[in-house]
C-alpha cells in the first residue's frame, strides 16, 4: 500500500516582536520628520506674514497719495475702519469712523490699534473685517502722533502740506531690542527712547507689526504687546512709541516693519501732494 504524502505550504507571520520593532521604527522617522514639517509650516506663516506687511505698507502710502494724509490704526470696536478721537483732546469715546475726517486728526488708538482694512480695501479680512496674519492674529498699525497746535500732522486732512516737508518730524522708534528689558511693561519717559540698545530707526511715521505665533513671551516681544501702556496712569494718554525688531529667536518671533519717511515724501511729493 502507498502511502500519499500531502504537501501542506507552511506560510510565517509577524510574531508580536517583530510587529512591535517595527512600529517603533515607523514612530521614529515620523518624529524626525515632525520637527522638520513643523519648521517649514512655521516659515511659510513668517514668508505669508512678511509678505502681507509689505503689502499693507504700499497700501498705507497709496492712501497717502490719494488722500494727502495717513489713516489712523482701526480700534477694536471699528470693525476695521479707521477711529478717531471725539475732539483734538485726549479721548473720552470712541468717535465715528472716517465720515467725516475730523480736522484735528487725532487717532483713538494711535500706538495699539490694528490696520484699518476696510478703509484701506484691503483684503481678505476676518469676520469682523480685520487682516490677520499667518497666525490667524490681527495685524497692528501705529502712527506717529506729532502735532501742531493740537492738529495731528499725519492724520490730520492737509496736515502734512500744511506744516511742510522739513517739519514732518515723524517720531516712531524701532528698536533691536528692548528699551526697558528689566521692565519691559513700562515705557521709556525720556530720550535716549531705545535706552542701551541699537537705533533702527527714529523717524517712522508708522510702523506695521505681528506679534507671531507666541505674543508677548519675551522682553522684546512685551515691548510690541505693550506699547500703549504708560507711566502716567491716564489710559488716553499715549506715551510709548517705541517697537522692537530683529531676526527670529526662540524668544522672539514678531515681525515689524515701517514706513521710510523719505520713500513717503518722495511718493506725496511727485503726486502733488506735497511741495517740496
Not at 492674529?137 to 499725519?154: D, G, K, L, P
Amino acid at each position: 500500500m502507498m502511502l500519499k504524502h500531502h504537501n501542506r505550504s507552511i506560510q510565517y507571520g509577524f510574531s508580536l516582536i517583530e510587529m512591535a520593532v517595527v512600529l517603533l521604527i515607523v514612530a521614529l522617522l515620523l518624529g524626525g520628520l515632525l520637527p522638520t514639517v513643523s519648521s517649514q509650516v512655521e516659515q511659510k506663516h513668517r514668508n505669508d506674514t512678511r509678505k502681507q506687511l509689505e503689502e499693507i505698507q504700499q497700501a498705507l502710502v497709496g492712501f497717502a497719495i490719494v488722500n494727502g494724509r495717513l489713516p489712523c490704526p482701526a480700534s477694536p470696536n471699528s470693525n476695521g475702519l479707521e477711529s478717531f478721537c471725539n475732539t483734538a483732546t485726549p479721548c473720552g469715546g470712541e468717535a465715528p469712523t472716517t465720515n467725516p475726517v475730523p480736522a484735528h486728526g487725532r487717532c483713538f488708538k494711535p500706538y495699539d490699534g490694528f490696520v484699518p482694512a476696510a478703509t484701506l480695501g484691503i483684503t481678505p479680512v476676518d469676520s469682523n473685517g480685520y487682516t490677520i496674519d499667518g497666525w490667524n492674529n490681527r495685524i497692528h498699525y501705529a502712527i506717529s502722533t506729532v502735532n501742531v497746535a493740537a492738529v495731528y500732522t499725519f492724520t490730520a486732512p492737509n496736515g502734512m502740506s500744511s506744516v511742510g516737508v522739513s517739519n514732518l518730524n515723524p517720531d516712531l522708534y524701532v528698536c533691536a531690542s528692548s528699551p526697558n528689558p528689566l521692565t519691559p511693561t513700562q515705557t521709556m519717559t525720556a530720550p535716549p527712547w531705545c535706552g542701551a540698545a541699537n537705533v533702527l530707526t527714529s523717524m517712522a511715521p508708522a510702523v506695521i507689526y505681528s506679534t507671531g505665533n507666541n505674543s508677548g513671551g519675551s522682553a522684546d516681544e512685551m515691548a510690541n504687546a505693550n506699547s500703549f501702556i504708560n507711566l502716567s496712569g491716564n489710559p488716553n494718554s499715549y506715551e510709548d512709541k517705541v517697537f522692537v525688531s530683529h531676526d527670529p529667536t526662540p524668544t522672539f518671533d514678531d515681525i515689524v516693519i515701517w514706513i521710510s519717511p523719505n520713500i513717503l515724501v518722495n511718493r506725496m511729493v511727485s503726486a502733488g501732494k506735497l511741495i517740496n
